[in-house]
């Protein structure tokens, strides 16, 4: 017996007033690699403000000890390869698996949370990221949603763990700008994973294991190896 398709209008469960973007009427089905205007300036804008976010975090800004000028511009490219390996290939998996089974996705930055990740990044060297997320709208089935799921969080594992072999087998000394670029990339990647994997509210692990719980548990084992690695082996995170 087929499995019973289901509407979902937000990937995340956020509802789309909360972003005040999603649009309204027919929505022309999702095609592989479709971005429109709208969504593109929501991708900017989202990288633009984590960009500068994790640039006051690797500065260890905060506004007691200040920060270093030309150490920020010279975080900047390390912060945005960060973003950009991370967060946006995270979110662009989810859409382009979502696109795969006919569904309209695009990606929609959430304002409140980017603020918050600026506003704590510049008053406190710390940065907790809830850029946006995926939309989608169409009907699905638990393992299209499951997969949709699982493919932000595998992107990031495989990023992590190509970055790792780099960092700990090409580029290791810890004072080398390459090597602090491979080592942040890696660790950004492997935290991004596991905390979606987790198991609670909106985070993917929840539509994963509704789909398949042997898939979530290999995932999530390999992430917390991928972090426990990185903690033991790169120095600037152990």
Same mark, same amino acid.
């Given at each position: 017996?087929?499995?019973?398709?289901?509407?979902?209008?937000?990937?995340?469960?956020?509802?789309?007033?909360?972003?005040?973007?999603?649009?309204? #009427?027919?929505?022309?089905?999702?095609?592989?690699?479709?971005?429109?205007?709208?969504?593109?300036?929501?991708?900017?804008?989202?990288?633009?403000?984590?960009?500068?976010?994790?640039?006051?975090?690797?500065?260890?800004?905060?506004?007691? *000890?200040?920060?270093?000028?030309?150490?920020?511009?010279?975080?900047?490219?390390?912060?945005?390869?960060?973003?950009?390996?991370?967060?946006?290939?995270?979110?662009? *998996?989810?859409?382009?698996?979502?696109?795969?089974?006919?569904?309209?996705?695009?990606?929609?930055?959430?304002?409140?949370?980017?603020?918050?990740?600026?506003?704590?990044?510049?008053?406190? #060297?710390?940065?907790?990221?809830?850029? #946006?997320?995926?939309?989608?709208?169409?009907?699905? $089935?638990?393992?299209?949603?499951?997969?949709? +799921?699982?493919?932000?969080?595998?992107?990031?594992?495989?990023? +992590?763990?190509?970055?790792?072999?780099?960092?700990?087998?090409?580029?290791?000394?810890?004072? *080398?700008?390459?090597?602090?670029?491979?080592?942040?990339?890696?660790?950004?990647?492997?935290?991004?994973?596991?905390?979606?994997?987790?198991?609670?509210?909106?985070?993917?692990?929840?539509?994963?294991? $509704?789909?398949?719980?042997?898939?979530?548990?290999?995932?999530?084992?390999?992430?917390?190896?991928?972090?426990?690695?990185?903690?033991?082996?790169?120095? +600037?995170?152990?």
């Amino acid at each position: 017996m087929a499995e019973k398709r289901k509407v979902y209008t937000s990937f995340h469960d956020i509802p789309p007033r909360e972003y005040m973007y999603f649009p309204k #009427g027919v929505i022309e089905m999702g095609k592989p690699g479709r971005f429109s205007k709208t969504e593109v300036i929501h991708i900017l804008i989202a990288m633009t403000v984590l960009t500068i976010a994790f640039s006051f975090a690797l500065t260890n800004f905060n506004l007691i *000890s200040g920060f270093d000028i030309d150490a920020l511009i010279s975080f900047i490219p390390i912060a945005f390869l960060g973003v950009l390996t991370a967060f946006f290939v995270h979110e662009l *998996s989810h859409k382009f698996m979502a696109q795969k089974y006919g569904l309209w996705s695009e990606f929609r930055m959430y304002p409140k949370g980017l603020m918050i990740a600026l506003f704590l990044s510049f008053f406190t #060297g710390f940065v907790f990221a809830a850029p #946006g997320a995926v939309m989608f709208q169409g009907k699905t $089935r638990p393992f299209e949603t499951g997969k949709i +799921a699982a493919a932000g969080p595998s992107a990031n594992i495989v990023i +992590a763990a190509i970055m790792f072999s780099l960092y700990r087998f090409v580029f290791f000394e810890e004072t *080398s700008n390459i090597g602090q670029m491979f080592g942040f990339i890696c660790f950004i990647n492997a935290i991004l994973a596991t905390f979606n994997l987790l198991p609670f509210g909106p985070l993917d692990g929840v539509k994963i294991i $509704r789909w398949d719980a042997t898939v979530w548990i290999i995932l999530l084992i390999i992430a917390i190896i991928l972090l426990m690695l990185i903690f033991s082996y790169i120095p +600037a995170f152990s």
